[in-house]
């Protein structure tokens, strides 16, 4: 599964109501740690051109909940920020980071190359590979 997780009042619902509209099939729940966090998710054999516009709609309803956040003055002055890091036993957790180092990261790189490297990180602690790496196979 795909996830996406809101922190805003709305909980996402319009982005929820967006997947629907496409007829994906949408599982919505609330973070069990997080009050405030919803998280949704989508399936996994979703059409990757489809799922970038899926994530560019994310980045837009979350960069304008933010902004209406700060406008309003509802904003915490603490900002957080991280990386969902997918697990193989199919969970994920929340790295948090500092938001200046995240944001120094996506201006170099997009989010969807963080995302690959974070979860290449993750895969070689869950599944340690002591072959040198002149040995190994590349992908791609």
């Known amino acids: ?3 996406f997780t809101f922190l805003t009042p709305d909980r996402g619902a319009g982005f929820v ?3 629907e509209e496409l007829g994906l099939e949408v599982k919505v729940s609330e973070d069990p740690i997080a009050e405030e966090a919803t998280t949704i998710a989508i399936p996994d054999d979703t059409d990757e051109d489809l799922l970038e516009q899926i994530e ?4 837009e309803d979350t960069q304008a909940a933010e ?3 700060f406008a309003s003055g509802e904003a915490e002055t603490d900002v957080s920020a991280g990386v969902w890091v997918q697990l193989g036993d199919g969970g ?3 790295a948090e980071m500092d938001p200046s180092v995240v944001s120094r990261i996506l201006s170099v790189i997009s989010a969807d190359e963080l995302a690959e490297f974070v979860s290449r990180i993750a895969d070689a ?8 790496i002149c040995r190994r196979r590349r992908e791609g």
Do not use: C, G, I, Q
Not at 125 to 132: A, G, I
């Open 1 to 3: 599964m795909y996830e």
């Open 17 to 19: 109501k967006r997947l």
């Open 56 to 59: 560019e709609w994310y980045e």
């Open 67 to 69: 902004a209406e956040l």
């Open 92 to 94: 994920s957790t929340f």
């Open 125 to 132: 602690v869950e599944n340690p590979d002591d072959t040198p």
